[in-house]
């Protein structure tokens, strides 16, 4: 567990992120059980000031505390208990979930997506005696640190110091075929930054920044191509990345693959149509978004937690702020060249199959 100093540790307030990497990944029943044995104590929580959650994508579990930070040793203590019983009591049906429209189908998809696949196990004694873990605490106090020390002896798993980066997709193209159970045609196009050097990052978050209008100008305003159109800049298992989204009545995933990669390759000439005052408005807007004194304690918290996946250190967030403010027009035009060769790989997930090369279908 990494006690980080970013944030300061003189409030109420605190963050604690604790994740498992598994040999496997947790069969969807067994997932459902293990959140329906937290029902009870994630209430207690949220009645002592702390909101817990914990999840699961791939073969990756995580928990996740956020809010008054006095209550949280005790309740990990429990959560932990909880986690780690020896019944399974694996329900028979998952309960019945309502279906989401395509495009959301495939935006849930997608993190678990940008993992390695392994198999899938419902063996939960098998899962903990094969875990690693790690995690980043915020904010928390000496006392409080102190009083961490008793639940932290007990994390089940092995403690893991050397931290693998996000897998990389260079240059491939990548095609996953979702089924949306829907008539309607549904694509997502993920572009992660080749490299996680930070000015590299600033660059594509300001490139995903102003995207955003001129994207959903084209493809729904003048194109008419669908009704769920957007782009915006995700980060996943500390892998930043610019997402292109379209959902469409009538037009097929082929045809609305085309119209993102002709918008993309559009960009540059599009960047240089902008006015420099313009571009410098948008930048001291983004920039002013990573302000740490600024943020919630638990956005900021999340953010410090994307950059330690992402293999960066503790002042993160003021190496990303500075690096904004120094992006300017070369360097958004080159990003905007790296972003139309695929130079950090695309991957697309659609409701429809590959349409061949340059596409491989992912594993």
Request: with cysteine; hydrophobic share 45%; charged share 20%.
């Amino acid at each position: 567990m990494q006690f980080s100093q970013a944030l300061p540790d003189n409030t109420d307030e605190g963050a604690i992120h604790l994740r498992w990497r598994l040999p496997a990944s947790p069969r969807p029943e067994l997932q459902a059980n293990l959140e329906q044995r937290l029902l009870t104590l994630r209430e207690d929580a949220r009645q002592a000031g702390v909101d817990c959650s914990f999840s699961a994508c791939g073969n990756q579990w995580l928990l996740k505390m956020t809010g008054l930070q006095d209550p949280m040793p005790i309740i990990l203590e429990h959560a932990l208990k909880e986690l780690t019983k020896a019944e399974t009591d694996v329900p028979r049906e998952l309960p019945k979930r309502l279906a989401l429209m395509p495009i959301r189908q495939l935006l849930e998809a997608l993190p678990e997506q940008c993992l390695e696949p392994v198999e899938e196990s419902a063996d939960l004694q098998h899962l903990w005696a094969g875990a690693r873990w790690d995690g980043l605490a915020t904010g928390l106090s000496s006392q409080t640190q102190a009083a961490m020390g008793l639940p932290l002896s007990r994390v089940p798993g092995v403690a893991d110091t050397q931290l693998t980066a996000p897998a990389s997709i260079n240059t491939q193209h990548l095609w996953t075929t979702i089924d949306t159970a829907s008539s309607e045609h549904a694509l997502l196009l993920f572009c992660p930054v080749a490299n996680r050097q930070i000015a590299d990052e600033a660059a594509w978050r300001l490139l995903g920044h102003l995207c955003q209008t001129p994207f959903y100008q084209r493809l729904r305003v003048e194109q008419q191509l669908g009704y769920a159109v957007f782009s915006a800049l995700r980060q996943l298992h500390g892998q930043v990345g610019i997402v292109f989204g379209v959902q469409s009545p009538s037009v097929v995933a082929h045809e609305l693959l085309k119209h993102i990669e002709t918008f993309i390759s559009d960009l540059p000439a599009m960047l240089e149509s902008i006015d420099e005052a313009a571009i410098d408005t948008q930048r001291q807007a983004l920039a002013a978004q990573f302000d740490i004194t600024a943020l919630e304690q638990s956005q900021a918290s999340e953010l410090l937690w994307q950059g330690k996946l992402g293999g960066h250190s503790s002042d993160y967030l003021v190496q990303l702020q500075r690096a904004l403010l120094t992006t300017d027009l070369q360097v958004l035009l080159d990003a905007a060249h790296r972003l139309d060769e695929a130079t950090g790989g695309w991957r697309c997930l659609a409701s429809a199959v590959s349409p061949g090369l340059p596409w491989q279908v992912a594993k």
